[in-house]
């Protein structure tokens, strides 16, 4: 069982490293952005999910610098990457109403010297549930700063469409278990067709994830979904991995 003294000792002895997956625009095929994924690397267990810890360091608090450490590291690794590719970062709930944030945020950007329209943030749909008012200024600020936000996992948690009208998302990620079923099942292509027709018309990019198949990006290409993420172009992968991703025709 992992506990939080397990947690402390890894992020003192640098065990954390992020691994990026890319996402595609549907209509060219380019890459336009990696998403960030944290793995721990741990000297007897190997490499561990992020399932496995992250609701811990939740439940310490310790998300919190082990957020910033994933955006500090994004930020650092995207910088010397194209400048039309950018770099997607999972904030935690906590992380999200964290008083840090803003300067978390502030810190990575200033540290690296990318530009902030080429950060975006994923949140979840949970992150919106309580306290609207405080998420609300949160995300106003940061869309000045000039960085984008995602809604991340969508339709898998309190889905409301009053959301997309009450918060200023730039993007919609469509939950892969949409997608994994899209080829065999109506209600999902019925589904997708609804999410990427309403991000068409409030100007929202729609990205599907837990794309695995041609078949699958044939239907999202038809569709007019924006962009694809899954394990057709490529599993999340070390930075060091990010140039031969770039390159790969797909
Ligand atoms: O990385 P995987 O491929 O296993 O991701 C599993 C889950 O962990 C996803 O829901 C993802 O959003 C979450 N996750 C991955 N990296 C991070 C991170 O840096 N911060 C937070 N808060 N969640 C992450
Ligand atoms: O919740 P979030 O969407 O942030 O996390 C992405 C999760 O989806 C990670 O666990 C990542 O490893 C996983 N993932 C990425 N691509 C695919 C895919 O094509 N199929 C499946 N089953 N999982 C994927
Ligand atoms: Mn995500
Ligand atoms: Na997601």
Same mark, same amino acid.
């Given at each position: 069982?992992?506990?939080?003294?397990?947690?402390? $000792?890894?992020?003192?002895?640098?065990?954390?490293?992020?691994?990026?997956?890319?996402?595609?625009?549907? $209509? !060219?095929?380019?890459?336009?952005?990696?998403?960030? @994924?944290?793995?721990?690397?741990?000297?007897?267990?190997?490499?561990?999910?992020?399932?496995?810890?992250?609701?811990?360091?939740?439940?310490?608090? @310790?998300?919190?610098?082990?957020?910033?450490?994933?955006?500090?590291?994004?930020?650092?690794?995207?910088?010397?990457?194209? *400048? *039309?590719?950018?770099?997607?970062?999972?904030?935690?709930? /906590?992380?999200?109403? !964290?008083?840090?944030?803003?300067?978390?945020?502030?810190?990575?950007?200033?540290?690296?010297?990318?530009?902030?329209?080429?950060?975006?943030?994923?949140?979840?749909?949970?992150?919106?549930?309580?306290? !609207?008012?405080?998420?609300?200024?949160?995300?106003?600020? @940061?869309?000045?700063? #000039?960085?984008?936000?995602?809604?991340?996992?969508?339709?898998?948690?309190?889905?409301?469409? =009053?959301?997309?009208? =009450?918060?200023?998302? *730039?993007?919609?990620?469509?939950?892969? =278990?949409?997608?994994?079923?899209?080829?065999?099942?109506?209600?999902?292509?019925?589904?997708?067709?609804?999410?990427? #027709?309403?991000?068409? !018309?409030? #100007?929202?990019?729609?990205? $599907?994830?837990?794309?695995?198949?041609? /078949?699958?990006?044939?239907?999202?290409?038809?569709? #007019?979904?924006?962009?694809?993420?899954?394990?057709?172009? =490529?599993?999340?992968?070390?930075?060091? *991995?990010?140039?031969?991703?770039?390159?790969?025709?797909?």
């Amino acid at each position: 069982r992992l506990l939080e003294m397990d947690l402390r $000792a890894a992020l003192q002895r640098d065990e954390f490293q992020v691994y990026y997956q890319p996402i595609r625009d549907v $209509a !060219s095929g380019r890459v336009v952005a990696f998403e960030a @994924l944290l793995r721990w690397n741990h000297p007897q267990r190997g490499l561990i999910a992020p399932i496995n810890f992250i609701p811990l360091a939740e439940e310490t608090g @310790l998300i919190v610098q082990l957020g910033e450490f994933v955006l500090r590291s994004a930020c650092t690794d995207a910088v010397t990457w194209p *400048d *039309d590719v950018d770099v997607a970062v999972n904030l935690s709930p /906590v992380q999200f109403k !964290s008083p840090n944030l803003i300067a978390s945020v502030t810190d990575a950007l200033a540290a690296s010297g990318i530009d902030a329209r080429r950060l975006e943030l994923e949140i979840t749909e949970s992150v919106l549930l309580q306290n !609207s008012e405080a998420t609300l200024a949160t995300l106003h600020e @940061l869309r000045a700063m #000039g960085v984008r936000i995602s809604l991340d996992d969508f339709g898998t948690g309190y889905s409301s469409l =009053s959301y997309l009208r =009450s918060f200023p998302f *730039d993007k919609i990620k469509i939950d892969r =278990s949409f997608v994994s079923e899209l080829a065999t099942r109506e209600d999902s292509m019925a589904i997708i067709r609804a999410v990427t #027709g309403l991000g068409r !018309s409030l #100007g929202i990019v729609t990205t $599907a994830e837990g794309v695995e198949n041609d /078949v699958q990006l044939e239907l999202l290409r038809r569709e #007019g979904c924006t962009q694809a993420q899954g394990y057709l172009f =490529s599993e999340p992968r070390p930075a060091s *991995d990010v140039a031969m991703m770039l390159d790969r025709p797909r």
